[in-house]
């Protein structure tokens, strides 16, 4: 007597399943990242402006701004522009057509969501601050960085970020879309001009300086000029430890997912 051969049995029944939450956070930073780097108006505010700025600074030799202060303030402004402006421009129209409710609702879920946004501004302030600090060499900035404070200046970009993100999201999170653009923009420009970001605290009246010294742009600005002297400052990293633990605060209990 024969025994039966067992045949293979093909299952096609489907088989859903989340992705790795790693693979979920990578992939949808990269989402982001071609987002980003895809909008005519971050392309602006992330090089073109902080380029005209080494530009000038190089071609008038220092008249207006030295080239030696120049260059560390326009990777502050760096900063501002994506871990603010663009964060918080990007969030409210997400949140106006129902983007982040519905990827909240996927198993990214709102940790995940929020982590890929963080590793996609982490990437393009990467990209950022390589494209300027090789413009800046090449224009002729020289730089006197220290071991120490050149850690120190990296670890101020951090916080400055994680700053900035908070506020932007704070922002994104309570107005309306059109309201946010609007908002994000002027205040861009307002402390672009008067927050101590590109030009130095000690260059206002003296009876502003302790104002302007308390604003998060001043904090990253100031601190990246000393930086690069070889110099570090404590005030900068305290201002910004403060504006990041209230924004923190504020957007984690106010923060609204639909619009």
Do not use: C
């Not at 790693?22 to 895809?38: I, K, M, P, Q, Y």
């Not at 670890?155 to 400055?160: D, K, P, Q, Y």
């Not at 672009?192 to 302790?210: E, W």
């Amino acid at each position: 007597m024969t025994t039966p051969r067992l045949q293979p049995v093909l299952d096609l029944s489907p088989a859903p399943g989340a992705a790795p939450a790693g693979r979920r956070v990578v992939r949808h930073a990269l989402t982001e990242l071609r987002l980003l780097v895809r909008n005519g108006e971050q392309l602006l505010l992330a090089l073109v402006i902080p380029l005209a700025i080494l530009v000038l600074a190089a071609a008038t030799h220092g008249r207006f701004v030295p080239l030696a202060s120049a260059a560390p303030s326009v990777l502050g402004l760096a900063v501002w522009s994506s871990a603010f402006t663009s964060v918080a421009i990007a969030t409210g129209f997400e949140r106006r057509y129902g983007v982040l409710e519905r990827l909240a609702a996927t198993p990214l879920g709102r940790g995940g969501l929020l982590a890929g946004k963080a590793l996609a501004v982490g990437l393009v302030l990467l990209g950022q601050l390589v494209v300027l600090v090789t413009a800046a060499l090449l224009l002729g900035w020289r730089p006197a960085y220290t071991a120490g404070s050149f850690l120190g200046s990296a670890a101020l970009v951090v916080l400055g970020a994680a700053t900035f993100v908070a506020l932007g999201l704070l922002l994104a999170g309570r107005l309306r879309a059109e309201a946010t653009l609007a908002v994000a923009n002027l205040v861009y420009v307002v402390l672009l001009v008067g927050g101590g970001l590109v030009i130095g605290v000690s260059r206002y009246p003296r009876a502003l300086q302790p104002v302007v010294e308390a604003l998060p742009t001043a904090a990253l600005g100031e601190g990246l000029r000393t930086g690069s002297t070889g110099l570090l400052l404590g005030w900068p990293f305290a201002v910004l430890a403060v504006w990041l633990v209230v924004a923190g605060l504020l957007a984690r209990r106010s923060f609204r997912w639909t619009a």
